[in-house]
């Protein structure tokens, strides 16, 4: 047992130094190089693609969005303006456009029939049940006020009456698609101090009046048309109006500060940020509700309810910036060379394994010297398997270095 420890002990406290050893071999010099050419390309490739790579990059991004919408359409008989059918007014970077309203007028509050389908009844117990539910147009009383056919009536409700009918169909206006949004975007990244706009201050106002925003022929119009975004997302008009829904415009900068800061621009994306409930039976497209008070000359206050179903626009601005910077780019070249290294501990794999000449590239790899010597040197050298090679042994110049490969002829 103490001979194991000792042993454990002297081994740990040793001393390893490389040793040189050149192999003179056509297949395994052949590997190594293009091995090495193949992590150099690979380095040079990787840093011309992602200039992440070697670039101080800005992700804080700040940003300001204005927006105005333009367009006239007709709902239920009526001309409707911006005024009308945009919700909220302010102009900013979250807005609808509403296509369809179901309009309640003159509601007081006071007593009145429910008009959802969940509350029909046909005695006053079926509406007792029915007490504290909050799902309906107003509190339920408690009374079953029945038709005078005979048929099934409606659980009476205190709150504002008469009560919300949304069954009622409408036809949504389809001028919708023809409407403009004009958006107004300013960036800066503040580590650069680099301030940028969504179109070049050189255009003119009769050319913003006139574009429409195209990828390819006018990249820079800051007018989108309502019906050029819903192709862009593969959507029909149809399928938005009757229901609603949500669609997003993303506004990515991504800026290289090495070139000149006039090419920094955007690039526009479009997508339906409510497709993932396009099948759902529960809640589908987007709807919402307000309403306008005001104060009748008999003394109660009255209200107009509007339940409007819209094409909700969120504009969305993402994006960095980047510029040349020495310390990562030195950091990926030392990795690079470093990583050069890997030929070698390749191309030992082959020699110490696969090789023909394996073992003999062992005994001059690995060698093991003490500090404490009996033998004379002559015979603690090379010992075994060492000695059949000698007649193959090389020194170089450097006395490191030995050479495995052809027979020297002058040497036989």
């Known amino acids: 047992m103490a001979h194991r420890v000792l042993r454990c002990i002297t081994d740990f406290f040793v001393y390893e130094t490389a040793k040189s050893v050149v192999v003179k071999s056509w297949s395994v010099g052949i590997i190594n190089r293009v091995v090495q050419l193949l992590i150099i390309l690979y380095f040079i490739c990787w840093v011309f693609m992602h200039e992440k790579g070697h670039q101080l990059r800005d992700t804080g991004i700040e940003s300001a969005v204005m927006t105005k919408v333009k367009g006239l359409g007709k709902f239920n008989n009526r001309v409707m303006d911006v005024a009308d059918y945009v919700f909220p007014s302010q102009g900013g970077s979250s807005f609808s456009i509403i296509t369809s309203m179901v309009v309640t007028a003159n509601q007081t509050q006071g007593k009145c029939p429910e008009t959802e389908k969940m509350f029909k009844c046909t005695t006053d117990g079926d509406c007792m049940n029915k007490l504290g539910s909050n799902l309906g147009n107003g509190i339920v009383t408690g009374r079953c006020l029945n038709n005078s056919d005979g048929t099934d009536g409606q659980c009476e409700i205190e709150g504002w009456c008469p009560a919300e009918d949304d069954t009622v169909s409408q036809n949504p206006m389809k001028e919708v698609e023809n409407f403009t949004i004009f958006i ?98 529960a809640s589908k497209g987007y709807n919402f509700r307000f309403a306008k008070y005001y104060q009748s000359e008999d003394g109660p206050e009255r209200r107009t309810l509007h339940k409007a179903k819209a094409i909700h626009i969120e504009i969305i601005v993402s994006g960095d910036a980047g510029k040349f910077n020495s310390v990562p780019f030195l950091i990926n070249l030392v990795a690079a060379f470093t990583s050069v290294g890997l030929a070698t501990v390749f ?39 060492q000695m059949s090679i000698k007649a193959l042994e090389k020194r170089s110049n450097d006395s490191g270095t030995f050479s495995i490969g052809r027979r020297d002829p002058s040497n036989q």
């Open 184 to 281: 107004k975007n300013s960036i800066r990244f503040p580590l650069f101090n680099v301030t940028r706009g969504n179109f070049p201050s050189s255009l003119n106002k009769s050319y913003i009046q006139t574009c429409h925003y195209d990828p390819v022929y006018d990249p820079f119009c800051p007018i989108f048309k309502v019906g050029d975004i819903l192709r862009h997302i593969n959507q029909s008009l149809d399928s938005i109006t009757d229901k609603g829904g949500e669609i997003g415009i993303n506004i990515n900068w991504k800026c290289n500060l090495d070139y000149n800061v006039t090419n920094c621009n955007p690039k526009y994306f479009f997508t339906r940020l409510d497709a993932a409930f396009e099948n759902s039976i």
């Open 347 to 385: 191309c030992d794999i082959i020699l110490l394994n696969f090789h023909k000449g394996a073992e003999e590239y062992k005994a001059k790899k690995f060698e093991e010297v003490s500090d404490v010597m009996s033998e004379p040197a002559s015979n603690r050298l090379y010992e075994g398997s």
